[in-house]
């Protein structure tokens, strides 16, 4: 279960960056996660709830931004949403896709006090 690293991850580095600003609490932290980053979204926020326990998050709200996926057919140049890293261009039927997004797994923003 590889979200549990990523919720100790999530949380040490806004604990980190809540620090290095003289902050005593986290109010909020924005993420960002993709589509096709392959994470499990209930198994994550089961670990976020565990991980913030005695933590600087522990009041805190977090607030998930969900990137839908998209990507570019390397053969034709179609730009088109992905449902998975497995979809073929709907133009020409190629499976070389480049991803422009949906892969993100990101803290966009914490809000301390």
């Known amino acids: 279960m590889h979200e549990l690293s990523i919720a100790q991850s999530i949380v040490e580095i806004a604990e980190q960056q809540a620090q290095s600003r003289n902050a005593s609490e986290i109010e909020e ?3 960002e996660i993709g589509a096709l980053a392959g994470i499990e979204i209930s198994s994550l926020e089961f670990a976020l709830e ?3 326990k005695g933590t600087m998050l522990e009041n805190a709200r977090i607030v998930r931004r ?4 998209e990507g570019c057919c390397s053969g034709c140049g179609r ?3 992905l449902e998975n890293l497995f979809t073929p261009c709907p133009a020409c039927g190629s499976y070389a896709i480049k991803v422009l997004k949906g892969k993100e797994l990101r803290i966009k923003s914490i809000v301390v006090k």
């Open 50 to 52: 565990t991980c913030v």
């Open 66 to 69: 969900d990137i839908a996926g």
């Open 29 to 31: 932290v924005e993420l």
């Open 79 to 81: 730009q088109f949403p």
